[in-house]
């Protein structure tokens, strides 16, 4: 059995992925070794079949026994660890959650079902680094997919709507510290005067977001009650780096002959889990709204085409009813008043799943 190292199993992402694995007895399949930055030596949870005792992520030496690496520890770790392995003469494979590799030359982006050709042809090539693809470009690629592989596409502006567990465990947790607190101050506002009218709630809030205590530490502001619409850091071109990822990632996933112009604002939003995008699609002709929706409907068995009206929009297409399932809920298809050759449609998809661990899983089984 191949031995599989697993780093950052403990984060959101990794959590995710453990669940999957156990969920699919993907534990059965491999050896299973857990390394942390921070519990080394202590004792590994029940579910795996592997290693007791949890590793150092630091150790090069513990690193190389590994046949697999998969890792959703974050850039700084690979950009840190991964060098070194590969300069030691480790020549196993890593998987990644990050984009510190992503892209590399050498370096296969990896969405099984949408590249699943490519990541074979890696393998079989000798290709030894994959990395998962940006959370927003995966959950794109999975809601339009059907309408890339026609080349339909000539340009998409992407409107995302991102929730805070994109950001990592403790930023999720700051969303909800930052819901307590204003949560205590409603209280204590109804009980200092049970009549107190919306407008003056309103600004009790909004003032309380500026109080020395209010906890931004990781949002660097308001994200309840708020939203932020700035994602990473800035680009030359004026984007932030989340918003470059989507042309640079999507093109380079679909191996791309001609780059499709990708672009919109990313949107941090007051969801716990799952990203939501709205989407303008400039068609290269004009395409009747039902072939549309088949061509979307039929790209993979996880898109769930959701009927362009109210009540199926919010029984259906909304992070709450999202969170935690592999569904890519696609809905809002509709031609727009700039011609038949736009669409818009909006799509919400779970960025720990599909967004993260899912394409990671995927590509460990393609490696057994
Ligand atoms: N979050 C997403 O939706 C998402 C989507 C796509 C890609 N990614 C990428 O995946 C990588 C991992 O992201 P992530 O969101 O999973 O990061 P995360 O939740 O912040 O976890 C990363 C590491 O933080 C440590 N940690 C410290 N305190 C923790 C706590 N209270 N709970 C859990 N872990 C804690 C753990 O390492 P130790 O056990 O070693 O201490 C954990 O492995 C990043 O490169 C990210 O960009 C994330």
């Known amino acids: 059995m ?40 202590e004792h590994a949870p029940e579910i795996t079949n592997g290693h007791r005792k949890i590793l150092d992520s630091d150790s090069i030496d513990e690193l190389s026994e590994m046949d ?10 690979t950009k840190a660890i991964h060098p070194k ?22 370096a296969i982006i990896v969405l099984d079902p949408i590249n699943r050709g ?14 998962g693809g940006n959370c927003t470009v995966s959950l794109m690629l999975m809601a339009l997919g059907g309408l890339f592989k026609e080349n339909l596409i000539e340009w ?36 200092n005067n049970a009549a107190i009218g919306a407008l003056d709630l309103e600004k009790i809030m909004n003032t309380s977001m500026q109080e020395d ?46 780059t ?6 990313c949107v941090r939003v007051g969801a716990l889990r799952c990203h939501s995008q709205a989407f303008t699609i400039k068609l290269n002709k004009s395409v009747a709204i039902k072939t549309v929706e088949e061509l979307i409907r039929e790209s993979n068995p996880w898109v769930e085409l959701v009927e362009n009206d109210k009540q199926k929009t919010l029984d259906m297409l909304t992070p709450a009813c999202t969170s935690g399932t592999l569904k890519i809920p696609v809905g809002r298809v509709r031609h727009m008043s700039m011609g038949d050759d736009f669409v818009n449609a909006f799509s919400v998809g779970d960025q720990l799943l599909w967004g993260a661990a899912e394409p990671l899983r995927r590509t460990l089984l393609m490696c057994l």
Request: hydrophobic content about 40%; aromatic content about 10%.
């Open 260 to 265: 499709i112009p990708i672009d919109g604002t």
């Open 2 to 41: 191949q031995k599989v190292g697993v780093v950052g199993w403990r984060g959101m992402v990794g959590s995710v992925l453990m669940d999957r694995f156990k969920i699919e007895n993907d534990f059965s399949k491999f050896e299973t070794f857990l390394f942390s930055t921070s519990l080394n030596g």
């Open 213 to 258: 205590n209010f906890p931004n530490d990781r949002f660097g502001g308001a994200l309840g009650l708020s939203l932020l619409p700035w994602i990473d850091t800035k680009m030359e071109s004026g984007q932030s780096k989340e918003e470059w990822k989507a042309q640079v990632e999507a093109n380079k996933i679909l191996q791309s002959k001609n």
């Open 118 to 131: 490519a990541i074979e042809a890696g393998l079989n090539s000798g290709t030894k680094d994959f990395a």
């Open 156 to 191: 998409v502006s992407s409107m995302t709507y991102q929730a805070a567990s994109g950001a990592g465990a403790k930023s999720m947790l700051e969303l909800l510290e930052q819901m307590q607190f204003f949560g205590d101050k409603f209280l204590r506002s109804k009980q």
């Open 85 to 106: 392995l590969r300069k030691s003469g480790w020549s196993g494979v890593w998987i990644d959650a990050a984009s510190a590799l992503r892209m590399e030359e050498d």
């Open 68 to 77: 697999i690496i998969v890792t959703c520890q974050g850039g700084d770790y």
